[in-house]
């Protein structure tokens, strides 16, 4: 009884707060109507999701469990008419990015990808569902 206890402790003290747990990227389509489609290829090392084409006003997203050593990373290319751009879209525990405590508090689990005419804005929401979105990129032309 008393060494299990010790070993739950032990395993509490050497898993940092989270691996392991569930996270969501969601990419929102805010393009202008009458536009050329977004098309976007998100993958990952485990997991492609190939080309796809999400509609105007559609959150498309995924849910995974970042890998123990915390080292999941997905990212998107993003092309719309000329314009493209690539960026990773999750590759930290925390942040969702590295450098997203620019964006999103410690331990966001819902990182939030707007995309728009002009650009890339970046966030979550709170625990009443309010997005806060930044810009966090330009679109490139290609
Ligand atoms: C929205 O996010 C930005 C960047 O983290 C932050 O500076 C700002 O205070 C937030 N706004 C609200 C209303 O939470």
């Known amino acids: 009884?008393?060494?299990?206890?010790?070993?739950?402790?032990?395993?509490?003290?050497?898993?940092?707060?989270n691996i392991n747990g569930e996270y969501e990227v969601h990419i929102l389509n805010n393009l202008p109507p009458n536009t050329p489609m977004l098309q976007l290829h998100c993958a990952s090392a485990d997991?492609?999701?190939?080309?796809?084409?999400?509609d105007l006003g559609k959150d498309y997203s995924w849910s995974f469990k970042d890998?123990?050593?915390?080292?999941?990373?997905?990212?998107?290319?993003?092309?719309w008419g000329f314009k493209q751009n690539v960026f990773d879209v999750f590759n930290d525990a925390r942040y969702c990015i590295h450098g997203g405590d620019k964006f999103v508090p410690y331990d966001t689990t819902k990182c939030i990808y707007g995309v728009q005419e002009d650009g890339f804005y970046f966030g979550?929401?709170?625990?009443?569902?309010?997005?806060?979105?930044?810009?966090?990129a330009d679109w490139l032309s290609s």
Do not use: A, R
């Open 1 to 17: 009884m008393i060494s299990s206890l010790v070993k739950i402790l032990f395993l509490l003290f050497i898993m940092p707060f």
């Open 47 to 54: 997991d492609d999701f190939g080309h796809q084409y999400p």
């Open 67 to 79: 890998n123990f050593f915390g080292s999941t990373l997905y990212f998107c290319h993003f092309w």
């Open 124 to 136: 979550t929401e709170n625990f009443m569902g309010k997005q806060n979105l930044t810009k966090y």
